[in-house]
């Protein structure tokens, strides 16, 4: 089955406009289940596609994905292309408004987040405890953490971040194929990469900085305890510089039940490196694969 994502508008209680995207194959019951897929900071929807498009060849599950707010298509509150205040929760809240408005009532929900995508899916449990628990079935969390990070450690990396939230534009061709490469691990299909660098650079660079500043201030640790009342799968690559090993060894252990998942040679795009390991951990399947 090809992949067709009909394009929705998921509008917040604060006013954003979320470009949201399902995949709904002809006569699927409404009480089959729904995978709500959340990508990661400068990127959007579309990094989850390989992933999707395993998931479509299913028949048998729907599939919901969307831009978070300001990035790809969506906007920040009231409707605004400029960030205010941007956080973490804020997005948790957003994927209880997805849910809400494009999976069916009666539909099991698993939860794929990726990198921020990850802490999105741990910050709307935090959230909306009550709606995870009488909706949520299982949890897969792909190149996060629940807290801790502490950024790059490149020099004035804080201050550029802050001045980067207040500017216009996109960083387009500033973004170099170098620098999309360095996100994966010792494999790279070239055109994931080429992917991967056309959202870095059509992310316009005010996300850069506020979320930044929002993801150095992300701490969902008390979440950990909801989280645990489905499977939660973990997954990291042990080459991945963005969010390291540790904190997804740190972020398993926290979660009682929890499933680690440690690649050797992966880096920090496992939706691309590694997607049947990521469409088996989303549905339970099955938990070995060997990255492409």
Avoid: C
């Amino acid at each position: 089955m090809t992949l067709s994502l009909q394009r929705h508008t998921v509008a917040t209680p604060d006013g954003a406009r979320l470009a949201a995207y399902r995949h709904e194959p002809a006569d699927l019951p409404a009480d089959a289940p729904t995978v709500v897929l959340a990508h990661g900071w400068l990127l959007s929807h579309r990094a989850w596609l390989p992933v999707a498009e395993r998931l479509a060849e299913r028949g048998d599950v729907r599939v919901v994905a969307w831009d978070q707010r300001g990035h790809g298509d969506s906007t920040f509150a009231a409707g605004s292309r400029r960030p205010q205040q941007e956080s973490v929760r804020r997005l948790g809240s957003d994927l209880a408004a997805v849910i809400d408005a494009l999976v069916p009532e009666g539909s099991p929900v698993h939860l794929g987040g990726h990198s921020m995508g990850g802490m999105t899916v741990m910050a709307f449990a935090g959230a909306h405890p009550d709606v995870f628990a009488e909706r949520v079935q299982r949890v897969l969390l792909a190149s996060t953490a629940m807290g801790e990070l502490r950024g790059t450690g490149l020099p004035l990396e804080q201050q550029v971040m802050a001045f980067a939230a207040k500017a216009p534009g996109r960083p387009g061709r500033l973004v170099s194929n170098k620098i999309a490469r360095q996100q994966f691990g010792t494999v790279a299909d070239r055109a994931d990469v080429a992917a991967t660098r056309a959202m870095l650079g059509g992310t316009r660079v005010s996300t850069w900085g506020s979320y930044y500043g929002a993801l150095m201030r992300h701490d969902e640790s008390a979440a950990m305890s909801t989280l645990a009342q489905v499977p939660v799968t973990v997954v990291v690559g042990r080459r991945d510089g963005l969010t390291p090993r540790k904190l997804g060894e740190r972020l398993a252990a926290a979660i009682p039940g929890a499933e680690p998942e440690v690649l050797e040679g992966v880096g920090h795009m496992t939706p691309f490196e590694t997607p049947d390991l990521l469409v088996r951990s989303l549905l339970g399947t099955s938990t070995a694969d060997t990255p492409r």
